[in-house]
C-alpha cells in the first residue's frame, strides 16, 4: 500500500492545519489508521488512530480537544485537523495503515506508513 501525506506546514501558535492522507494498493475500508509525529531529537510518538468505520477514535493526551482524525473511506483518505496549535507540535507528522480494523496505538501494529509531512508552528 502506498500512503500519501500531505497539508503540512508553517503557521502561527494558535493557528490551525488539516493533514491528509491518501491511501492506494488495498482495501482502505477494514484497515484501521493512525498518525504518529517525530520531533528532532526525540522518539516518534503516537498523535490519534480511528477505526476502519471512524466509529472509534484515540487521542494523545497532548493533543487531546485539540486535534481531530477522521477519514472518508470513499475516497481513501484520513484526515487530522489540528486546531490551537503549539509550537511544542513541531513534528514531521506521519500517516500509517494498521493490518486490523479496530484503532490502535503502537507503532509496531501498523504495517504502512506514509513519507510524512513536516509541521511547523511558531511561537
Known amino acids: 500500500v502506498q500512503l500519501q501525506a500531505s497539508g503540512g506546514g508553517l503557521v502561527q501558535a494558535g493557528g490551525s492545519l488539516r493533514l491528509s492522507c491518501a491511501a492506494s494498493g488495498r482495501t482502505f475500508s477494514i484497515h484501521s489508521m493512525g498518525w504518529f509525529r517525530q520531533a528532532p531529537g526525540k522518539e516518534r510518538e503516537f498523535v490519534a488512530a480511528?477505526?476502519?468505520?471512524?466509529?472509534?477514535?484515540y487521542y494523545a493526551d497532548s493533543v487531546k480537544g485539540r486535534f481531530t482524525i477522521s477519514r472518508d473511506n470513499a475516497k481513501n483518505t484520513v484526515y487530522l485537523q489540528m486546531s490551537s496549535l503549539k509550537p511544542e507540535d513541531t513534528a514531521v507528522y506521519y500517516c500509517?495503515?494498521?493490518?486490523?480494523?479496530?484503532?490502535?496505538?503502537?507503532?509496531?501494529?501498523?504495517?504502512?506508513w506514509g513519507q510524512g509531512t513536516q509541521v511547523t508552528v511558531s511561537s
Open positions: 480511528i477505526s476502519s468505520g471512524g466509529g472509534f477514535t
Open positions: 500509517a495503515e494498521a493490518d486490523v480494523g479496530r484503532a490502535v496505538l503502537l507503532g509496531t501494529e501498523y504495517r504502512d
